[in-house]
């Protein structure tokens, strides 16, 4: 009985929070986790300021799957998969507003497919201003700046602000992430200077994704750049082109984690996993190219908006190798998407998507190519509600004999529910 009591106290207070900031739940320089912040990428900037107190938001994401895919390979080894729900994904947000320009974001997995027990994916503190050091300190320069200071999410090219970061899937006009899904989480530092519709980031991390103090010497730092044009010329065209790279000089204790550093597993479940458990696993779909030492990755996303149709794309080149590795190897990806959002508010869209990777997994192999096709539409049924449908068509070809993805495909149908607030 005093268990239920805890829990019903809890509840209430939680509720309580939600009706005290419901009249007003917007931050300062904060991309909206609802429909209005699809196609933002960086945070927007803004030197005016509404804070007034301590601010506490408490956001979240769920998401839930029905899904229909066969999946095949040469070697007959892939279990038969049927069309059911997959799990329930949760996130749990909690962004607060610490002083004037000052913001702290935190995001946890309640539960993803690969963990189904909570874990912290990671947060930051995100400067506008130095007012809390003495008022009007670097006033000019901060108009322009922002300093990002976390265990966070590192700003290597565009894509990652249009991938589904578990729960988190509204940004994503598919179902499906990229296949090599460049996203990892390490402790770092990001410099942004925002100029008109020009901007630049100088960051640096400690090149780790799960930290410790055993690793001595092991790890060098990382080091990201990325500059862009992004201008809105009016109401219906917006241009937006951006270059980034990642440099890491060595890792010799677990590795850089650039292409694997998703904990939370893929939204294709179990395709592409044999009977005896080798394959794809949590990561269904994804091309891991396993370059975990000495790594170059340079990206580039152009992003186009004409009224309801709009194209992003993705040029990227990967450069590195393993520990073991005497000579480097590089991975290129492209791929390109074009939506439309039709009607005045443009609750519904339809899109498709073509995605490839080539490369070579060790220096004595050869090239494998896997493609991706995906078709989608989407109903925003209210700014926070999104449904969407998605059909995909995945293959490998020239993979080594004996390999679980030789002569491998995919295909089938994903509908999900999407809610963020």
Do not use: C
Request: net charge neutral; charged share 20%.
């Amino acid at each position: 009985m005093k268990s239920i009591m805890k829990k019903v106290i809890l509840i209430a207070i939680i509720f309580t929070g939600f009706s005290f900031y419901a009249q007003n739940r917007d931050l300062d320089n904060f991309r909206q986790p609802d429909k209005r912040g699809i196609n933002d990428f960086e945070a927007p900037k803004d030197s005016v300021s509404t804070f007034e107190n301590v601010k506490v938001r408490l956001g979240g994401a769920s998401t839930l799957q029905y899904q229909s895919l066969s999946h095949e390979n040469d070697a007959n080894n892939l279990p038969e998969l049927g069309s059911n729900f997959n799990l329930a994904t949760a996130n749990l947000d909690l962004d607060v507003a610490l002083a004037e320009g000052v913001r702290m974001h935190l995001r946890t997995y309640l539960s993803s497919q690969h963990h189904t027990e909570a874990y912290v994916k990671g947060g930051y503190i995100q400067i506008d201003n130095l007012n809390f050091i003495s008022e009007g300190f670097l006033s000019d320069f901060m108009k322009h700046a922002r300093i990002k200071i976390g265990h966070m999410e590192n700003n290597y090219g565009d894509a990652h602000y249009r991938r589904t970061d578990n729960a988190m899937a509204l940004y994503n006009p598919f179902v499906g992430n990229y296949l090599m899904d460049s996203f990892t989480t390490e402790v770092g530092a990001e410099l942004y200077y925002f100029h008109n519709s020009w901007f630049g980031m100088l960051g640096f991390t400690n090149g780790k994704l799960n930290q410790n103090v055993t690793d001595k010497d092991q790890t060098s730092p990382s080091f990201l750049v990325k500059v862009g044009y992004d201008n809105q010329f009016d109401e219906d065209f917006r241009f937006r082109l951006t270059g980034s790279l990642f440099h890491s000089a060595h890792n010799n204790a677990r590795g850089i984690y650039m292409y694997s550093g998703d904990r939370a597993g893929s939204r294709y479940y179990s395709v592409m996993t044999n009977v005896d458990g080798n394959g794809d696993t949590f990561r269904g779909g994804r091309i891991n190219p396993n370059l975990k030492n000495e790594m170059t990755a340079i990206m580039i996303n152009p992003f186009i908006k004409a009224g309801g149709l709009e194209f992003f794309g993705i040029f990227e080149s990967s450069t590195g190798k393993t520990k073991s590795e005497t000579d480097r190897r590089n991975w290129t990806q492209i791929s390109g998407e074009l939506i439309y959002r039709l009607g005045e508010k443009e609750n519904v869209y339809i899109g498709a998507r073509i995605n490839s990777v080539k490369g070579a997994f060790a220096a004595n192999q050869e090239d494998v190519t896997v493609n991706r096709r995906q078709i989608g539409a989407g109903w925003f049924m209210t700014k926070n509600i999104l449904m969407k449908a998605e059909y995909v068509n995945q293959k490998y070809k020239d993979y080594p004999v004996g390999d679980v993805h030789e002569g491998g495909k995919f295909n089938g149908l994903v509908l999900e529910a999407a809610i963020s607030f």
